[in-house]
């Protein structure tokens, strides 16, 4: 039902846009949220929608250079990446979930994508 896709290499500076797919879910008010993981690190929160109100909210270490937006005709969640640092390196996931609002709190969500890899080279 989701599908993260669009990551791949690129250099410190450059720019990747990633691209949340969703599918098979009843209703289009449902909240979206990116997170990443890095090999040997915790899971964290990357930025998040919510359908509802069109908020958005960025983890703090990509504030300014990560902006998360939604398409309504093609049904799909972007995340657009400028500025980025090897240390934005992982593997990228959407999740999503029904009325949470916009969350970066993981266990909210009950639907997770597969993951698309994001390799930053120095």
């Known amino acids: 039902q989701l599908q993260a896709y669009g990551g791949g290499l690129v250099e410190s500076g450059g720019s990747l846009r990633l691209s949340c797919a969703v599918s098979?879910?009843?209703?289009?008010?449902?909240?979206i949220g990116w997170f990443r993981q890095a090999p040997g690190k915790e899971r964290e929160a990357v930025g998040c929608?919510?359908?509802?109100?069109?908020?958005?909210k960025d983890q703090d270490s990509v504030k300014g250079r990560f902006t998360v937006s939604k398409d309504n005709v093609e049904n799909t969640v972007y995340l657009q990446m400028n500025s980025l640092k090897p240390d934005d390196t992982a593997v990228y996931y959407c999740?999503?979930?029904?009325?949470?609002?916009?969350?970066?709190?993981?266990?909210?969500?009950?639907?997770w994508g597969q993951g698309t890899q994001v390799t930053v080279s120095s």
């Open positions: 999740a999503g979930a029904y009325g949470i609002g916009c969350t970066l709190y993981a266990p909210m969500y009950d639907y």
């Open positions: 098979g879910l009843t209703s289009d008010y449902y909240d």
């Open positions: 929608f919510s359908s509802m109100d069109g908020s958005t």
